[in-house]
């Protein structure tokens, strides 16, 4: 039978705190009185993290699965592979580092059961540093100003997804995409709610400096002509500004004859050209980097293995050479 809720959690070297996990998740659904299921992504785990999935699922192998990847592909890679997965009516992801409580998921599925088919979710009050949270602001702002994607809390994992919505996101083939910004493109009756926020209970952020540009680079380019519509239109405009300014320069040439006064304004001018047309470039660049990695065809993510229960067998290993 398939259940009737499906909650989806990436695990990334979690060994210091998927304990106290455990403990609050499965009380919590069970408290709910749905039929559930539980399944654990392993995005390349280089601690204990995987072992102690393989325990869990011994403990509770009627509602715990475990997708165990050959390599780390990313959090969104791995939440793409627990949605092939998944069989339930609802579906929400949550994060392992209990920053959302389990106990939240209740306010969620109660929520999609008022006829919504995507439910984000809004933290209270932000347990992240001030850097973290000023700067998630200022990229949802940004984010819905270049793509019109309307998530107040774009950084927010704990979300719940109808079956329309899933079905759709498994036939996309996108090498690299944001999950929840996808999920509002498809969703007929998106909202949002407030949720708690705790501190994280144990390790630390898996997101660098880096890795957070890089995702909201996935995020505007994956969603959005507009950087390059609106490069364009700059181009243009100091394109004029240019022409005019030669213009200038040569009234001055003929009527006052050679100067150097302006020279170093000149050096200026020329050296801010130079890095706008580098930023072009390298914004043109990164479009055509997705276009390479969509076009090489290659698998976004390498299953290892797959704990399941069966009806042959109440613990099986199948293995899964290739993901999708």
């Known amino acids: 039978m398939k259940p009737q809720l499906s909650v989806v959690i990436p695990i990334y070297n979690e060994e210091a705190g998927i ?43 009627d509602v715990t699965r475990v997708v165990l990847f050959n390599g780390n592909y990313g959090q969104h890679m791995a939440i793409l592979a627990g ?106 009756h998106p909202t949002e709610i407030t949720v708690e926020h705790e501190e994280r209970s144990a390790g630390e952020s898996k997101y660098s400096l880096y890795s957070l540009i890089r995702l909201n680079f996935d995020l505007i380019t994956g969603f959005s002509l507009m950087p390059l519509q609106m490069f364009s239109i700059f181009g243009i405009g100091l394109s004029m500004l240019s022409a005019v300014l030669v213009l200038i320069l040569l009234v001055r040439r003929f009527a006052l004859g050679a100067e150097v006064e302006g020279v170093f304004t000149l050096f200026a001018i020329v050296f801010f050209m130079i890095g706008v047309i580098l930023f072009g470039i390298g914004l043109v660049g990164e479009y055509v980097g997705r276009i390479y990695e969509q076009v090489r065809g290659r698998p976004r993510y390498v299953i290892q293995a797959v704990l399941q229960e069966t009806h042959d067998h109440p613990v099986k290993v199948a293995s899964v050479p290739q993901g999708h």
């Open 83 to 188: 949605f092939q997965a998944t069989r339930g009516e609802i579906t929400v992801t949550l994060d392992a580092d209990l920053q959302n409580p389990p106990e939240e998921i209740g306010n969620l599925v109660n929520k999609m059961r008022e006829g919504f088919d995507y439910v984000g979710s809004i933290r209270r009050e932000r347990q992240d540093s001030a850097f973290r949270t000023y700067a998630s602001r200022a990229m949802n702002r940004l984010r819905e100003t270049l793509t019109h994607i309307q998530m107040t809390d774009q950084g927010n994992m704990l979300r719940a997804y109808g079956r329309n919505v899933i079905d759709l996101i498994n036939q996309c083939s996108e090498v690299n995409t944001f999950v929840p910004a996808l999920a509002y493109t498809f969703a007929r």
């Open 19 to 61: 304990a106290k996990l455990f403990a609050r998740l499965y009380p919590a659904l069970d408290a709910l009185g749905y039929s559930y299921e539980v399944i654990f992504v392993n995005d390349g785990s280089r601690d204990a993290s995987a072992a102690l999935l393989a325990d869990q699922f011994r403990l509770r192998p």
